[in-house]
């Protein structure tokens, strides 16, 4: 995060705002920057002719600590009543993964978390199976399966969510091919920290086996969409979507094969974006600062 | 279509067949190409899981003429009750093209026809609106428009099409942004031959306006789709689709200019498979022998 | 380029600049925005870590007129000796295109010209061939057309090229297939203002014939390159690249064919941004602010 | 590889062949797949305009075993002098794994060979570092490291590699980015069966460093291909290459983390391919049976 300066060591800011659109946000949030004698290494904007509101997330170099950086920006975030954050560059994000029985997501997630790819710091596996404990166990990750296979069940798992994401501070909820419909409740209570991958290319093919959907009408491209969870199923806002060419010899296990890397990447994408600060949400749509 | 060849010019023909999948049917029709002299050139096969059925297609240089090797043919395709189609490699298919206002696809048609790299024949443009008499003119092709604001007069063009089908012996129809929807009668005269482009990937975005269906829903890629017409709009067997990438800074008319180059290439591609024969149909899915 | 506001119109401006990199650039310059009255649509930035240098591109809403916009910037462009350049958004770049035999890629200049596509015009396309004359026409751009086959006509050739950009002000020469090796004086007086297209995926198949080398070495992508041209051929700074997939079935001929579609339309985006202003030049590299 | 029928169990043959290309080979292959009661699920055939060889790879179903099959295969391969292969479909591959220090491909490799996604069998991994013994362990496999920085050690590790080959009845010996150079008398004895992944989109950048010189370069897509190991380094003939778009942004260390996904799945793609038996060589050329 710092590295050493003549005027003493550096840190690596990353800040973003949103607020209403008007003239002269970008020249105050950069007299900020440079009233804590910060350099911008990083800088992208977005003006939302939907929602009329404007969005910024800047990278900043500064030998400034968060205490001197945010005196600096207080009056500017209050000014325009931003909705804003700010963060250290490179700071590992607390993410709780949730999972089945498909394990390429979650080892594409925990290979790159230790080869110190992915700025993630992975607590805790929580299954409804037992059968990627030793995939997990191998990354020293600890790993917690319990049955959902009736509403109790149910319940007891999403409390056990709940509780992981208190005990943890957990910042970002990972479904990696998690294969049960979470509950309203528990959509709500992660409402924009909860990411699902899912193995289509939405809108298209909601819903259950969307491979076999796929195949059935024939497509000619199959894909995978990252969105946020919300209760409306697989309506989320998206985050990320990759495709790759297939034909019509393909049966539908070959499709689920195929569409694997994709579902990988595109989830591990997200991933990396939600915890560089990348993602901002405009109502139902994302602006990815990538 | 025929080259010098020591005994005699060799004659290139392209054989399509579909029947009820059993054993040795690649047996009997590789024997009728040897009794007729020929070597395959180019061969595909497929089986259908879902239906049952075989689909083959060969290319194959002979000095036989038509008669010889339909003659030849006749015991196998008998034998397995097949639905075939012997024609010769390049010969240019009657297309009749119909299109609105947006010029990129019947550009496109119209430039490659002339350069020699699209096998078809177009002898007539037909157009709900006038705007693009010039382009069409340019290229030397009969171009005619009559406008379809209501329910007479889109049957008067719906009879026009049908005419010019019959009088120019067309073998293909083509939706090149043609902004109307057939009725359920012309879409079964023409079952089987008449391509539609739709500017999304489908099944997503179905109807009217995908564009802005797609900013709505923040997809990050958008696409388009060549697609058979049938009477359940948009629901015709897919022939081809292609994609690109967008991000949330694009406005709905930003999203329309980039998704025309997909629209173009993509309905290029599906009548150039179709008029050398690639494409068969198997069910509500197509196979495509690239 | 202006639309009405309370205030009077609006113009739209791009400004863009270059200088050695220091803290307070996007302070000043927003600054100097804010006085005239203006409002940031749209921002990017970089700072090279090769050449010390930063780079900026912004457009920016404002009543204020070209003269009064230019009077704030002055005392910043000064201050940080800054490259810069103000320019309206929209307006149509001054365009020389010189072509040969093959049409595709100016058939899709001309029609998106035409189209209002791509923010050019071409007052003249000149050609070392006469087959391209009816498309040109057709698109009323005049078209002159002389032989290049020694060492005279080729002199002739070039002082033709440089009367036409003085004559029309030309501010981007495009060789759009051109098939001729530019002169190094022709390469030196059309500096920064000169892109080329060249049909592979550079350097892979630098020179001549290179579907010819592609199809020999056996690579299943073959590509195109829009680059600056500059007196070492085919190694100007590269300023867009497309693939496409193919097979060991496809002859060379039908790598010419199927590589087209990656020529026009890489060159066609190559020549929109940098008529948009996006292209910046870094030492050998290229800036391109999307 | 076998399947219940109706008439005892059928095994699932897959036969690749060559030889110089004449008529009626395709009708004398089905005979003898009919003669041995086959079905063709699978088939593709290739005619090289360069060197005039056929190649053919089918699939074929039936209930004759290995002895059987062969008899009726025999006349047909003898007559026309074939190369030829004839595997039981799926059967794993016997594969050496060679690596340093990049986990990524080794990774990908042994996740789905574990996954049942890729038909290898891996009895030995041999890296020059010692850093990969953990991850591979944790895959049950064997794992040697020992060092290469000098003459001696070099000719020490090249004969462990023949060894190991012998000893495990090797079939294909795959380079995960090991990051030595073989010997011109190892790439001899491994001719045909020995696959690397080079990091970049060859012919572009060979040698060492590619990013950094793609970096250099400004190339706006980076690559990874598959190819064939001989003696005449990155030169060998190429079974399969990606590229993913860039920007004028990325760091040279970027570049390295994004072409990693590309340099592991294109590999693996490769190494499934042939493990398939549809890699073909065609003199410098590779035929892709997909």
Redesign the interface.
Known sequence: MTTPHRDGPLNHWVFTLSCVDS??I??AV??A??ES?????E?????S?DTGRFFMRVQVESPAGREEFESALRPVVERWDMTWHLDAVGRPLRTLVLASTA??CV?DLL?RQR?G?LPVEIPLVLSNHGGLRDLVD?YGVPFEASAVTNADEKAAFEQRVLDAVDEHDIELVVLARYMQILSPELCDALAGRCINIHHS?????KGANPYRQAH??????I?ATAHFVTSDLDEG???????VRV???R?VAELV?IG??EES?TLTQAVKWFAERRVLL?G?????F?
Chains 1, 2, 3, 4 share one sequence.
């Open positions: 003239p002269g970008v020249h950069s007299g920057i440079v004698r910060g350099n911008i290494t800088s992208q904007q977005f003006q002719a394990g390429h080892n290979f080869a790819q191998f290319f939405l809108p298209g093919f059935a009408r024939g497509v000619k491209l894909g806002p998206i985050i990320e979507q990759n495709v034909d019509h010899s049966s094969a694997q890397d990447r405009d139902a749509r994302t602006i990815i990538r």
